[in-house]
């Protein structure tokens, strides 16, 4: 498969050039150059068997078919049960894909496990080493650190703000014991942490000389290894139209599902859920995307304005002109604002897209009605995510909502709703009590620089 920019001005890749790449050379993001079709036979075994199909034509011969079914295994090995994904249902076509079992107890681990693997692999056939950089405020630090922490060929340094993140967040990354992973707390916000972040890759003989790389959301990789769940799902539910909710933030996990549908999922709708940072529901509502300035909630992994894979859709909808599409992100960028025509939204949006919003208080009244409702202990982007189906379901049509964290992940939030708090699974029982292995670091660039030539193996 090859792969183009989302802005038309990179030369096409192939999938691996891609993964390793993440963002293209004109800031676009990559996309095949044309989505393949589900086959007409899926396999009915294990996700791991479903997920070598679906993701099969994406990477067409840059990795042997045997060895990607082995990466597959190891990668889903990690999980804590067997149907990886598993689906439970709450109530009469109300159900739930637990995403969580990974072992950071985030859906960004189904991606993550696979994507380190890949990396690995890819570089250790060209003979190459990279070093991972990346800013954290909270879960994404956690899942890339575990994704790579067997890597040979890779290193990964993660900037966290020191005293800023919850302990629960600063313990799944610093007590990793692997050489090549470290966490760094930065004597300032994650604000600072990006900027540090930024800085070493816009230093081109540091970026050139580290080898720098980064592994975030806008990899394509990442979303590719997303669209097996919704198509391991339906499958679940007897392949009949299903709608899904999604707890949405930089809009990587919907688009999984808008690509699974794309492929011949018989997905129905889909319903983005927001918190108060509710730029996407506001656009499904007013065919307008309008900045706004981002403010915290319980579901920080949501707490965001600008949804990066937003553009890949955005491409879509310009009919896959770069150019205009690079025109209309270029003119977002410097008004804060950016609009659709309506037979451009009454194509693309309206028959598939739902929207909802949901404030705090909401959130935690559903964690609380959910517990009554069925026992089920959600967290509290989950709890968005249900919100929002609730709103858009349709008769006869199963809805499922993606859960997107383990509730002990954000106690306190939790208990505030039940009344109890949430225990980790028996693989992080003792995580609080484990030895920390951490660094802090002034928020100073060359400090940083200098931290990160030191480590390189
Ligand atoms: C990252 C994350 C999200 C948002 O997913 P996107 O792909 O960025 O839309 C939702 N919930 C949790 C728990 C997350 O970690």
Redesign the pocket.
Known sequence: MRYVSTRGRAPELGFADVLLAGLAPDGGLYVPVDWPSLPEHLPSGSYQELATVVMAPFIGDDIPADVFARLVDEAYASFRHEAVTPLRQLAADDWLLDLSQGPTL???DVALQLVGRMFDYVLGVRNERVMIVGATSG??GSAAIDGVRSCSNVDIVILYPHGRTSDIQRKQMTTVDSPNVHAVAVEGTFDDCQDLVKAMFNDAPFRDRMRLSAVN?INWARVMAQTVYYVYAAQQLGWRPTSFS?????????LAGWIARRMGAPIHSLVVGSNQNDILTRFFETRSMVADTVVPTL?P??D?QV?S?FERLLFEMNDRDGGVTAEQLQRFRSMGRLDVETDQFERWIAPVFRAARFDDSETLRIIGEVRSATGEII?P?TAVGIGAARRHRSPGIPMVTTL??HAAKFPDAVEQATGSRPVLPPHLADLLERPERTQTLPNDLGAVQRFVESVAR
Do not use: L, Y
Request: hydrophobic letters at 30%; glycine letters at 8%; charged letters at 10%.
């Open positions: 985030a859906f960004k879960d994404t959301s999604v707890p949405t933030g930089n809009f990587g996990n919907v579901s992994s949501m965001i949804s894979n967290d982007h997107t964290a």
